[in-house]
Each structure stands twice: as C-alpha cells, then as structure tokens.
T-cell receptor
Framework: KNQVEQSPQSLIILEGKNCTLQ??????????LRWYKQDTGRGPVSLTI?????NTKSNGRYTATLDADTKQSSLHITASQLSDSASYIC?????????FGKGNQVVVIP | NAGVTQTPKFRVLKTGQSMTLLCAQD?????MYWYRQDPGMGLRLIHY???????AKGEVPDGYNVSRLKKQNFLLGLESAAPSQTSVYFC??????????FGPGTRLTVL
C-alpha cells in the first residue's frame, strides 16, 4: 500500500504561471514531511522539511504548506521558470522510515 | 566538496552476474542509505546504515547485500543479478535523521 499519494500525476504550465501540487498521506505516527525536486537523470534535491508544528515553509519561489490534522500538504510554485520542469516528490517520515510518493511531473513551456 | 558520488553511472549485467555499487560521501555523515527507483513507484529503501560497521534492512532488501567498512563509503552488492533488479539506484547520506543528500544515481539493466 502506498502511504503517500500525490496529485496531479503530471501537469503542463506556461512559463510565468503559478501551480500547486498536492500530497496526501496516511503515515502514522508522523515525524516530518519533505518535498524534493528531481531533475531528469539526477538525484532528488531537498526543497523543504516540515515538522508537525510548521504550517508553511518557503524556499525561494517554492512554498510548502502542511495540515497535519487532515494529513495533507501542498507545494506552490510561484512565477514558474523553465528550470522548474522536474518531478516533485513528497516524502513522509514516521517510525524512522521515509515513505515516498510517486512524484508530480511538472513541465514548464515557454 | 563533491557531496555524494556513485560509481558506476551505468551498467548492463547478464542474469546471474554479480556486481558492487559504490557510494562515497565527503560530508562526514553518519547515516547512509541505498534506494531503488522504478517507473510508476516511489523511491524504496533497500538497506541503510547508521554508522561505520552497522547495516540494517529496509523495505526491499532481498537479493542485495551491503557493507559499511568506512564511514564515508557504503557498498551495495548484487550476488546473482535478476531482471527484476533492473532499476535506478540512488545512494543518500544524512547527519542522523535530518536532510538526506542524494547521489546522481546508477542506472542498472539486467538482461
């Protein structure tokens, strides 16, 4: 069973536009939630790590939100750039283990 | 400061052959991990290590062995490769359970 579900699976957006990616999880107990960016052919790179008490965390044009009550997180990309084309992976830690989602594939077109 | 490096980048094996993937990190991290990434699936943990000389099983350990003889190196071995082990393998390291830093990956094909 996949304990981390991401949506949409893929999306195409115009350069300069905003987009929001969703992550729902069932991991329990909850320790933290992480968002990674993975460029094609490269390893994942950490964007944010959020603990139970954190509702919002930003990293440049990336803003992650967390609702631990509903077990939902979102990653908002502001003013997208061509370099934002990548897979965005949500991962949730519980019981000292990380459960990874399948990723949101984002393609930014000029 | 190279971060996490993996050797080799690509490899093609025949069924039954053996090989070792090498992971090295220069950040003095205690924890190291081996993952596999397959199409349509999230990253899955194979084995991990919380310190030199220690290893532990992850989610999908069957068919793999690991060793952590030095703090900076983490080796993943396939004793008898099978087509089901065709995948992209990522190594990662972290200071305890904090942010994980990933290597560039090794693309393995087993024929």
């Amino acid at each position: 069973k996949n304990q981390v579900e991401q949506s949409p699976q893929s999306l195409i957006i115009l350069e300069g536009k905003n987009c929001t990616l969703q992550c729902n999880y069932t991991v329990s107990p909850f320790s933290n939630l992480r968002w990674y960016k993975q460029d094609t052919g490269r390893g994942p790179v950490s964007l944010t790590i959020m603990t139970f008490s954190e509702n919002t965390k930003s990293n440049g044009r990336y803003t992650a939100t967390l609702d631990a009550d509903t077990k939902q997180s979102s990653l908002h990309i502001t003013a997208s750039q061509l370099s934002d084309s990548a897979s965005y992976i949500c991962a949730v830690e519980g019981n000292n283990r990380l459960a990874f989602g399948k990723g949101n594939q984002v393609v930014v077109i000029p | 400061n190279a971060g996490v490096t993996q050797t080799p980048k690509f490899r093609v094996l025949k069924t039954g052959q053996s090989m070792t993937l090498l992971c090295a990190q220069d950040m003095n991290h205690e924890y190291m991990y081996w993952y596999r990434q397959d199409p349509g699936m999230g990253l899955r943990l194979i084995h991990y290590s919380v310190g030199e000389g220690t290893t532990a099983k992850g989610e999908v350990p069957d068919g793999y062995n690991v060793s952590r003889l030095k703090k900076q190196n983490f080796l993943l071995g396939l004793e008898s490769a099978a087509p089901s082990q065709t995948s992209v393998y990522f190594c990662a390291s972290s200071y305890r359970d904090r942010e994980q830093f990933f290597g560039p990956g090794t693309r393995l094909t087993v024929l």
